[in-house]
């Protein structure tokens, strides 16, 4: 079931948004935004910008060109200053992201890995920290895995560990990119499941994925990519059943073939 409607104004934006690597240009002037309680899916073929808008969204990659905002607040721009610097440090801790191959902390329990960031950037006395994680690890269905390690785990509990991770910082904003595509389908249904909750709870989610499926039913948007452009986006029923564009027309053919 899609999540409830989303309230109006944008929680986060970019606008003209570029970046380049050398001369290899992966995003190309890119204006959008989510607003608070959306579900966004961003799909597109391989090498089309799609993760390198979400690192940028992260604050992971600094843009070459334009600007990215949070509740208005520029947060990163092409040309930073102390004051955007300053912004991007006060709201980084409101963006989580669950990444493609895990990025578990292998030294540290399943626990451990729940609590660092609570403890250490946020300050958080560890007996709190410990019951908010266990809470979690409850809500993505891995409360007997509490004591584990990583390296015990399968794909599909490992993802769901880090999601519970990304959780545990309270962020306005969860990124996803290709959670599942690591995963064998069996796998790959935990995590939708868990993804699929958080977005009829109301949580504010950007998707890459390659799951059409889940970005039919759970998406309240889709954004198609190429060549490092924002092509086409509207309701997921108008997208997939009538694309207006032939890219879009193009991609959604060679799903089907």
């Keep these: 079931m899609p999540p409830a409607e989303a309230s109006s104004g944008p929680l ?11 001369e290899n240009t992966v995003l190309r002037d890119v204006s959008m935004g989510v607003r608070s309680g959306e579900v966004v899916c961003v799909v597109g073929p391989s090498g089309s910008g ?8 992260a604050l992971l990659e600094a843009p070459t060109g334009g600007e ?40 540290m329990s399943v626990l ?8 250490r950037v946020r300050g958080l006395p560890r007996d709190q920290a410990v019951a908010e994680a266990e809470a979690l690890l409850a809500k993505v269905g891995l409360s007997d895995k509490r004591d584990a390690s990583p390296g015990r785990l399968s794909g599909g509990q490992q993802q769901r560990v880090a999601i519970a991770r990304a959780l545990a910082m309270k962020p306005r904003l969860m990124l996803f990119d290709e959670a599942t595509s690591a995963l064998d389908p069996e796998l790959k249904a935990e995590v939708l499941a868990v993804m699929r909750q958080l ?29 490092g452009e924002i092509v086409e986006e509207g309701a997921p029923k108008s997208f997939f059943d009538a694309p207006t564009t032939e890219r879009a027309a193009r991609f959604l053919a060679r799903l089907e073939d």
């Design 12 to 22: 986060i934006e970019t606008r003209a948004l570029t970046k380049r690597f050398g």
């Design 68 to 107: 990215i905002r949070m509740d208005g607040t520029i947060i990163a721009a092409g040309a930073s200053t102390g004051a955007v610097r300053r912004a991007a440090r006060a709201v980084r801790s409101d963006i989580g992201m669950v990444f493609q191959h895990f990025n578990l902390w292998p030294h």
């Design 199 to 227: 977005a009829e709870e109301g949580m504010t989610m950007l998707a890459v994925t390659h799951e059409m499926s889940f970005a039919r039913r759970a998406c309240t948007r889709v954004i198609f990519m190429d060549a």
């Design 112 to 119: 451990g890995n729940v609590i660092e960031a609570p403890v």
């Design 50 to 57: 799609k993760t390198t808008l979400l690192r940028s969204l």
